[in-house]
């Protein structure tokens, strides 16, 4: 179901851009850090491993008609469901020494939605401090 409605909502915003004559576009999917692999919520990191390569598959579809549609995997972020023991733990094994917040999370969203952002396509941002860097 989270894989679908993404799909689903992708499709409408493209449409409804279409319908427009809309110039430009931006598609900002959130995934996370853990979408590779998720021991405790395997349905949760295939779901968003679902929606990652279905926002690199629409980015082709998008771009042509001047939608970039990037893919934004949030780290740990102190949503108030981390204990202070695991936000400390998160903290000391961050290269910032911190755990994220979601104003972290949404500067970056801004950006993608911003027209600096123009010539990023297709790209699955990690936002978490460097707790997940890609290999």
């Not at 998008?62 to 695991?86: C, E, F, H, M, R």
Request: with cysteine; proline share 3%.
């Amino acid at each position: 179901m989270n894989a679908r409605a993404y799909a689903l909502t992708m499709s409408e915003y493209i449409q409804r851009y279409l319908s427009r004559q809309g110039r430009w576009g931006r598609i900002i999917n959130v995934s996370t850090d853990a979408a590779h692999a998720h021991a405790i919520s395997l349905s949760y990191a295939a779901s968003k491993h679902a929606i990652e390569s279905h926002s690199r598959s629409a980015r082709a579809e998008g771009g042509k008609y001047g939608i970039t549609v990037n893919i934004v995997a949030p780290g740990p972020i102190q949503t108030g469901w981390l204990t202070s023991d695991q936000e400390t733990a998160i903290s000391a094994g961050t290269p910032l020494r911190r755990c994220g917040t979601p104003q972290d999370v949404a500067d970056v969203m801004v950006f993608l939605a911003s027209d600096q952002a123009h010539w990023l396509i297709g790209q699955l941002l990690y936002v978490g401090g460097g707790w997940r860097m890609h290999q």
